[in-house]
């Protein structure tokens, strides 16, 4: 009998340590790549929807001022585009709509990148010039890379238009020809 209870012990403690070792594995999986420290520096990597050939990257720096913006995209029409960051990391539709709407977490009206009161999205538009190609860099005082205005798991988006920055919600932009996850990048 003794040796019954010694064997339901042992094994009791086993799976105990077993259990809490599995939890610190899974524990350390969830955290972000700075193990703890706020993230100071993000990338997305922009593919194509569904018949585009939309392509390019934007980094995301935090910067005293906010979060400095870069983006280089080729494969565009020549012209001015929607540049959106959307609420949910979700590039899996093919046309882009599984990334939801504007990421807007105060409930701002839609506007400009430079207005006061507007989505934590806006990014405006970006211009591509006769060869598809297109450059944006700018500092963004509403965007962060932690707390509730967070852009880290969200989605960029382009459009095929122009973003008027009036028409609610939405500026008007048109369909979405590229999309890209907001991930925590190695700081460089």
Known sequence: MKTGTINTAIAMLMITCLGSA???DHQHMNM???????ALKAICMLYATQGNSVSGTVTFTKVAEGVK??????GLTPGKHGFHIHEFGDCSSPDGTSAGG?????GSPHGAPMDMSRH??????LEAGADGKA?????DAHMSL????????????????EDDMKTQPTGNAGPRIACGVIGVSKAQ
Not at 102 to 106: E, L, R, V
């Open 146 to 161: 932690e707390g509730p205005n967070s852009i880290l798991g969200r989605s960029v988006i382009v459009h095929a238009k």
């Open 120 to 125: 934590t999205g806006d990014m405006g538009n």
């Open 32 to 38: 972000p790549a700075s193990a703890g420290s706020p």
């Open 102 to 106: 504007h990421f807007n977490p105060s």
């Open 22 to 24: 599995f939890a610190q």
């Open 135 to 139: 450059h944006v860099e700018y500092v």
């Open 69 to 74: 913006v870069v983006a280089d995209l080729s």
